[in-house]
């Protein structure tokens, strides 16, 4: 059973990068991506998080060819040498306003074989005002932006897991 997820410096760069990338973009668009890492001790410990270029995104969805997915995260999988762990996404402010649970389609795995153990959606928003402290989520702010990431475990009814960073 999972308890948490650890995501290394890497990751959490990765994961930010893509969120600011995918805000940053005209009309604002949201990203996906592909989680790779290990799981030991209750821990998922996230190494990479790989953005999937392979379909129209908008501000609220991204398209997903799951045969071409699945076929990406096996080739990440070879190149990496490591565990294929699930997939990330992310949510951008729209209109001054933010989701902040996820959809009926965010519980859907992407992939199921290689099965898929979490989700990390991973909010993104304009500001600068200061980061508050969470149990839950991963907080943080760069250049302007302030991010929050939530994981979930699709092995326990998508529910909601702690998400810590090696970088903090």
Known sequence: ?????????????????AA??????????????ILLGRISHGVAL??????YYGGPGTRTSVFVDLSMFKRRVNVFREESGLDFL???????????????????????PLCDDPPSFIEIIAAIWASDASVQ????????????????MAGYDYRQGFRILPVFSEAA
Request: charged share 25%; proline share 4%; glycine share 10%.
């Open 1 to 17: 059973m999972l308890k948490r997820i650890t995501l290394s410096e890497v990751a959490t760069d990765q994961l930010v990068s």
């Open 20 to 33: 600011i990338r995918g805000y940053k973009s005209r009309y604002k668009k949201e990203r996906v991506g």
């Open 46 to 51: 996230v190494e990479q998080a790989l953005v």
């Open 86 to 108: 699930g997939s990330f996404h992310t949510h951008v402010e729209v209109n001054n306003s933010i989701s902040s649970a996820p959809s009926p389609a965010d519980k859907i």
């Open 133 to 148: 402290p969470s149990n839950y989520y991963l907080q943080g702010g760069r250049g302007g932006y302030r991010y929050r």
